[in-house]
């Protein structure tokens, strides 16, 4: 059997360029196995790995040219399987995100349905500008037969499909109907994947029989290349108005987001909050950019923050943003920052970002910026002047929140143990080298709260989109970036019972992470929210149908712990405090993946942790009758009044 590109049709004739003879998927494959990011010196490969469930429009398509590209542990492109289409680009973000948005996974599916159940995840990597490659199949474009299975027919538009879903959750979309297609596609792909100021997912849709179309393609089109990621440097008249308002700050406060995390940009950011001993909050995707006991850490903001850093931003007179999307949960829906004088000054590698809140643009790479300015911190003035008794404050302030962690982790070692005290357990079991993944539920607030950030990328926390069923899946792409570090993924119950399915894959490849399985017998988060805006909490329990026809009878009979063990988790059943702390030093120690169950205390006993210390807006029913709708909305209207806009 001869191989692609070395038989009589490869080759050069005079006087012409150098070709190779491939199928479409072929040499899609072939030329993503050529492509490479570079930073600060650095290389890593762009495309490290393709996760792909195959049907049939693309299983003779990429999944021939795959196995064509070779097989094993040395192969040029590694492939995983999947068990739902949606959980591997979840393990993609996942692996992009730890890889600090230099090293992506592509993800390839057939036509129909497994194309459709690329959106949610797509979504997921856009909303948090994380890199994923989706290569859905696509109906035939030569349409030797109208419609094909699985086809959606538009009378009014012959060139839509199913995949036309993927547009606007999409950086980029092309739908390559032609062999000579590819290539204008597939370059302008790779930029926008490596480009951090416009990554997020990118979608290549191929028709089943292009797919599988030969074509003469010129060598250099798999050729090594390099994308490299620079580190753009702010203008100078922005640096230098950025200079001013620093100098004039009395009540500065750091906002710290996931670009610093992207940028590698921790120890810059340290340099520069010491420098001026300016406290730092973090958003959910900037938690850890300093550990939790550095002198200028405060804590979470906005929503789920800490009381300490949520005064200060209520007071703050200059607040600087580093890598932040300006969330509503981050800004209390428009409601935190009071100060009727104060400015924002953004960091930010997009411009879109950067410009936010009305503030003072520095769009730059987070640590390039950060450099600059803490240069030119000191004897010139450009430090700000912070107002006496400022950075006492802030700390004694830091100091008290965390004997508030103390009392909720704090626990009987006999009795069943509430969510905080699951993550106290977990907090006095690891080092920074654990990674700890969560997204939905209740668990994101009481992580962003609570937990106690050692290192820079422990804390991995997917609230851009707060995707449940995200946790699993990412921590496989996590584990796959970082070998050999424990890995957890948090689950409650409603997050389990989505997207439990990518457990058989951990189990396949035996990558030992740690799914924590949090039984509560309902989606408790939202249940929490429905009550506090006159929704009563319906629908919110997993509960037999009562004979009023609510949910409000006995729980369900469902053993979760069974289920993960019928997937093939190792599972670790605890009752107790006591006991839970010790499945989890056996589940950390493992070499298979391992589960934890654990049925936490119901909310009527729970002495959990402190409540939102700010707002959130989830508007009420303008009219009811029902008095806890009623109540709802005055409290509602209440709040509306502190929102005001930065202009």
């Known amino acids: 059997m001869t191989a692609p590109g070395t038989g009589p049709e490869s080759g050069t004739a005079p006087g012409t360029e150098a070709t190779r003879r491939l199928t479409v998927a072929q040499a899609l494959i072939t030329f993503l196995g050529r492509q490479y990011t570079e930073r600060d010196g650095r290389r890593h490969r762009l495309i490290a790995a393709t996760w792909g469930i195959f049907g049939h429009g693309n299983v003779a398509g990429l999944g021939q040219a795959l196995v064509e590209s070779g097989t094993g542990p040395d192969a040029p492109m590694p492939y995983y399987q999947g068990r739902n289409e949606q959980a591997m680009v979840h393990a993609a973000v996942g692996y992009a995100r730890q890889s600090r948005r230099l090293s992506a996974h592509a993800v390839t599916t057939s036509i129909g349905p497994g194309a459709t159940n690329l959106v949610t995840g797509a979504a997921l990597a856009t909303v948090n500008r994380l890199p994923v490659l989706l290569l859905p199949g696509d109906t035939f474009a030569t349409r030797p037969a109208d419609p094909v299975l699985q086809q959606l027919e538009v009378p009014g538009a012959g060139d839509v499909s199913v995949n036309d879903t993927l547009r606007p959750v999409s950086r980029f979309f092309d739908r390559i109907t032609r062999p000579e297609a590819l290539i204008p596609a597939a370059l302008q792909a790779m930029r926008i994947l490596a480009d951090p100021a416009d990554t997020g997912a990118v979608t290549l849709a191929l028709p089943q029989d292009v797919q599988a179309e030969a074509y003469d393609w010129p060598e250099e089109f798999f050729a090594e290349r390099i994308w490299r990621v620079g580190r753009p440097r702010p203008d100078a008249d922005a640096l230098a108005d950025a200079r001013r308002a620093l100098a004039g700050a009395r009540r ?50 906005g929503h789920t923050g800490t009381a300490t850093a949520d005064a200060l931003a209520r007071r703050a007179d200059l607040v600087i943003g580093v890598g932040t999307r300006w969330s509503d949960f981050t800004t209390a829906s428009a409601t935190l920052f009071q100060n009727p004088d104060v400015r924002f000054l953004n960091i930010n590698i997009t411009g879109f ?78 080092t920074g080298d654990d990674i700890v993944i969560n997204a939905a539920g209740s668990l994101p607030g009481d992580l962003h709260k609570l937990w106690r950030t050692r290192s820079a990328d422990q804390y991995h926390v997917e609230y851009g989109y707060s995707c449940m069923g995200y946790e699993i899946p990412a921590a496989i792409g996590v584990a796959l970036a970082a070998p050999g570090r424990p890995v957890w993924a948090l689950v409650g119950d409603g997050t389990y019972l989505m997207n439990p399915t990518e457990i058989v894959t951990a189990v396949q490849e035996n990558i030992p992470l740690t799914v924590v399985i949090v039984q509560n017998h309902g989606y408790a988060s939202i249940g929490g929210l429905s009550e506090a805006v006159g929704g009563e909490r319906f629908g919110t329990a997993y509960r037999h149908r009562a004979a009023d026809g ?34 989890l030093a056996k589940a950390r120690t493992a070499t298979v993946p391992t589960g934890v169950y654990i049925e936490t205390a119901t909310p009527d006993t729970v002495s959990g942790p402190p409540p939102a210390q700010a707002w959130w807006d989830v508007p009420v029913a303008a009219t009811a009758t029902r008095p806890a709708a009623v109540r709802a909305r005055e409290e509602y209207e209440e709040q509306l009044t502190a929102r005001r806009r930065h202009l």
């Open 550 to 583: 609510t949910y409000t009878g006995a729980p369900l009979p469902v053993d979760l712990a069974a289920n993960a063990e019928a997937l093939g988790l190792r599972v670790l059943r605890a009752a107790t405090v006591r006991e839970l702390g010790e499945a």
């Open 353 to 430: 970002d950067a410009h936010k809140m009305a503030g003072l643009a520095l769009t730059a790479d987070a640590r390039t910026a950060l450099e600059e300015l803490t240069a030119a911190a000191g004897p010139d003035g450009t430090a700000p002047a912070a107002e006496p008794g400022y950075r006492d404050a802030y700390r004694a302030a830091k100091e008290e929140w965390e004997h508030l962690v103390d009392r909720a982790y704090a626990a009987d070692p006999d009795a069943r143990p509430t969510q905080s005290q699951l993550l106290g357990a977990l907090d006095a079991l690891v």
């Open 252 to 301: 500065p406060l750091i906002v710290a987001g996931g670009g610093v995390h992207h940028s590698g940009a921790e120890a810059a950011l340290r340099a520069f909050a010491e420098a001026g001993s300016i406290p730092v909050a973090s958003t959910q995707a900037g938690k850890g950019s300093l550990p939790y006991d550095h002198p200028c850490d405060i804590g979470g903001i």
